[in-house]
């Protein structure tokens, strides 16, 4: 039988930031796919980026919150201070504070903003309930792009990937599974392994 990981919303309490408290990491590989989580090894074979701090957008990031993470560990090694836009039109925000509790890591809680300590980087999440395609033009700059399984859903508005190249900010860093193969960005040889389309690219604007 294949491997199923299912996450159940719980009641999690807020307990504040904790720097010095890390990850258990034999929980946090019960919200992976062995598969997936040996494919991130392969990142260790490009040169990192040298952000100390930085926003990330996510669009249609649902209850991941360990995989930007995951990236981040690997690809942004001098970053200090993190600051996370997800959106998903379903309420996830609940989701996420089950999965750092179950992992060992504690937060504290404004409205839909979380912030806590990820292996002493300063991760600080707002959580927008919206539609990404309308959400978009209200939205700042940013210097990192994050998607995952999102092709289905901007494949239906052809501005999308423009639009997220013009708020990206220049020697702003693309992570993305799938598209943008039009644009001039800077890439890195990334094994197609990495994404679940064979279109896995990390690129930065010029």
């Known amino acids: 039988m294949g491997q199923v990981i299912s996450v159940i919303e719980r009641p999690v309490t807020a307990k504040g930031l904790r720097k010095e408290a890390f990850p258990n990491e034999k929980r946090v590989r019960k919200y992976i796919f062995d598969e997936e989580y040996a494919s991130l090894g392969l990142l260790s074979s490009l040169v990192p980026f040298s952000h100390r701090q930085a926003t990330l957008l996510y669009p249609g990031c649902g209850s991941d919150i360990l995989f930007p993470l995951f990236y981040l560990d690997r690809l942004f090694p ?55 395609f309308s959400a978009l033009p209200t939205l700042p700059e940013f210097d990192i792009y994050f998607e995952r399984a999102f092709r289905i859903m901007k494949d239906s508005c052809a501005q999308y990937e ?45």
Not at 178 to 201: C, K, T, W
């Open 78 to 132: 001098q970053v200090e201070n993190v600051h996370y836009i997800f959106i998903d039109i379903q309420p996830c925000l609940g989701l996420i504070k089950t999965i750092l509790d179950d992992v060992g890591v504690s937060f504290k809680e404004k409205k839909n903003s979380i912030d806590f300590y990820w292996k002493g980087k300063l991760i600080q999440v707002d959580f927008i309930r919206q539609d990404v």
């Open 162 to 206: 423009p639009f997220i190249i013009s708020k990206l900010k220049k020697n702003g860093v693309l992570i993305s599974d799938s598209g943008f193969s039009q644009f001039p960005l800077e890439r890195l040889p990334v094994d197609q392994r990495l994404g679940a389309y064979g279109e896995m690219i990390i690129g930065k604007k010029k």
